[in-house]
Nanobody
Framework: HVQLVESGGGSVQAGGSLRLSCVVS????????MGWYRQTPGKEREGIAA???????SYPDSVLGRFIISKDNDKNTLYLQMNNPMPEDTAMYYC???????????????????RGQGTQVTVS
């Protein structure tokens, strides 16, 4: 049984920092692509970070240089460090994992079959 549980969201001021966590069970992070996507009401899901099994990461320009995806294989936990967040980063954030991997690239993250319940981030 696959379960992803996000935490760490909340309200943050622009220019601050926030770290999201995603505790994963049923999937071994050391052997799976993982990623984060976000969604705001009325908009499509936006992939924002992906990390491959061997460590390489990918990001869209909108968060490149500000957000960092990482993982702790021993804790089976995925992270998203959000530095210098801006009001346009306000969204519900989800971690996700694929059932059957096609491509481990940030654009594909919203298509992944397994996802958590999300954690809200509000930047003011």
């Amino acid at each position: 049984h696959v379960q992803l549980v996000e935490s760490g969201g909340g309200s943050v001021q622009a220019g601050g920092s926030l770290r999201l966590s995603c505790v994963v069970s049923g999937i071994t992070l050391s052997s799976s692509c993982m990623g984060w996507y976000r969604q705001t009401p009325g908009k499509e899901r936006e992939g924002i970070a992906a990390i491959r099994v061997d460590g390489p990461t990918s990001y869209p320009d909108s968060v490149l240089g500000r957000f960092i995806i990482s993982k702790d294989n021993d804790k089976n936990t995925l992270y998203l460090q959000m530095n210098n967040p801006m009001p346009e980063d306000t969204a519900m954030y989800y971690c996700a994992a694929p059932d059957r991997l096609i491509s481990c690239y940030y654009r594909r993250i919203p298509d992944f079959e397994f996802r958590g319940q999300g954690t809200q981030v509000t930047v003011s």
